[in-house]
């Protein structure tokens, strides 16, 4: 049976988390967090994904993301594939790094939502 759809707006701000399998760690080092920031900044510039917000966890991450709704998919499955990919040429594993899905939620307007952020960052 195919998955729901999730929620989408044409052009909304989304708080977006994945894990990696079975809750293991995603990020053994300082130069994997390192990786995973570099490949958001240049693929949210080719997607024209604005990053507003992100929290970086050992086993899974956070990511507050305005985009084009169109855009969305096709750069979550790039910057995790891209990361799982040199995630396991790194760590010498076979298979992907992160759950193939990513859960993405709606967040109203970019205003209010990036308030929100802040104060949960600062």
Do not use: C, I
């Not at 799982?84 to 298979?95: D, E, I, K, L, V």
């Not at 992907?96 to 104060?119: M, V």
């Amino acid at each position: 049976m195919p998955r729901r759809l999730r929620g989408v707006l044409p052009e909304g701000v989304y708080h977006v988390t994945s894990r990696g399998n079975r809750r293991e760690r995603l990020f053994h080092t300082p130069d994997a967090f390192e990786e995973y920031l570099k490949l958001l900044r240049r693929l949210s510039e080719r997607y024209g994904v604005d990053v507003l917000a992100y929290v970086l966890m050992p086993n899974h991450v956070h990511l507050l993301l305005r985009a084009p709704a169109a855009a969305l998919p096709a750069f979550m499955r790039d910057l995790h594939g891209r990361f799982a990919q040199w995630h396991n040429r790194r760590y010498h594993r076979p298979s992907h790094a992160a759950r193939s899905a990513a859960h993405r939620h709606p967040q109203g307007s970019a205003h209010t939502t990036a308030s929100r952020a802040a104060r949960v960052v600062a």
